[in-house]
């Protein structure tokens, strides 16, 4: 096994160059499609628990218009899924987040944090 260099997900995006995203249609959205640009990496996260890190990939997001970018971790290979289909199931959190939101507003949830 090899020493491996630990770096922050958001220091790698930030190394990156447009050259390094693919551009495609990330999702449906309330006005028309989303478009943005995705970059995909295999990387290998620990979370200090475990005996041994895990392989993921990283999904970079970055929709079209907008600076900041959006990180996720999936456990399918890179391989395995297209970038937009990557970019397409990160997503979908926002719709999940829609309604829970909805849910709270109508019935007066209230959530303590």
């Not at 959205?29 to 392989?55: F, P, S």
Request: net charge positive; aromatic share 12%.
């Amino acid at each position: 096994m090899t020493d491996a260099i630990s770096i922050q997900a958001q220091d790698y995006g930030k190394a990156l160059t447009e050259k390094d995203f693919t551009k495609g249609r990330i999702r449906k959205g309330t006005k028309g499609g989303i478009n943005g640009c995705i970059h995909l990496k295999q990387v290998w996260g620990w979370d200090g628990k475990e005996n041994c890190g895990r392989e993921r990939t990283l999904i970079i997001r970055k929709a079209q218009g907008r600076l900041a970018a959006k990180y996720a971790l999936s456990n399918f290979k890179e391989t395995e899924k297209s970038p937009q289909k990557f970019a397409f199931m990160q997503s979908q959190r926002f719709w999940i987040e829609k309604a829970f939101e909805t849910v709270r507003e109508s019935w007066g949830w209230l959530i303590i944090r």
